[in-house]
């Protein structure tokens, strides 16, 4: 299989997007839970008719989770808009049968596919997680079609299937 390259600018807004689907997407259950928290709110304000100490518990129940989204959009607003962070940062990316190749500011870092714990696809990005908690954010814009079918595939064959977690209305 040939190597595959990802080489692109990694810019403040795909930082914004990739945080903001790390915060909501990634772990599986965050969005659900959520949910399942506002409509145990909304049930038990129904159900509940008098002002009681178990209403309060419904109402913070239909609290947290607004209180979660915004927290955290703050957080990610904050962190892009960080005057620390350069703005456009040249990146690449080898994906090969062996390793993985990151060079990013004039540093290769080389992780062989041991060293990854998961991937995740979302319509602009793939991502790679690796065990030592950094993640590898390749865009897709830059690459073809094609490009982005052999990783899905590379991905398929180097990791085992529960961490592989790939769009379904891309494959």
């Known amino acids: 299989m040939k190597d ?8 403040p807004q795909d930082l914004k997007k990739a945080m903001t689907y790390n915060a909501y997407f990634r772990m599986r259950f965050t969005v659900p839970l959520l949910i399942l928290i506002v409509l145990i709110g909304i049930v038990g304000l129904i159900w509940i008719h008098a002002l009681n100490t178990l209403s309060v518990l419904f109402l913070l129940c239909l609290a ?3 209180y979660f989204v915004v927290s955290t959009a703050k957080k990610i607003n904050s962190a892009a808009k960080d005057p620390k962070l350069p703005k ?3 990146q ?3 994906l090969s049968d062996e390793q993985v190749v990151c060079a990013r500011n004039g540093k290769f870092d080389h992780y062989e596919w041991e060293d990854v714990d998961s991937a995740r696809e979302s319509k602009e990005f793939f991502y790679l997680y690796l065990e030592s908690g950094r993640v590898l954010v390749l865009p897709k814009r830059d690459v073809s079609s094609d490009t982005a079918l052999e990783t899905r595939n590379l991905l398929t064959d180097k990791l085992l299937p529960a961490k592989v977690h790939l769009r379904k209305d891309m494959i």
């Not at 595959?4 to 810019?11: G, M, N, V």
């Open 4 to 11: 595959l390259c990802y080489e692109s600018d990694f810019t």
């Open 64 to 66: 947290y989770p607004i």
């Open 88 to 90: 456009n940062v040249r």
């Open 92 to 94: 690449r990316i080898l």
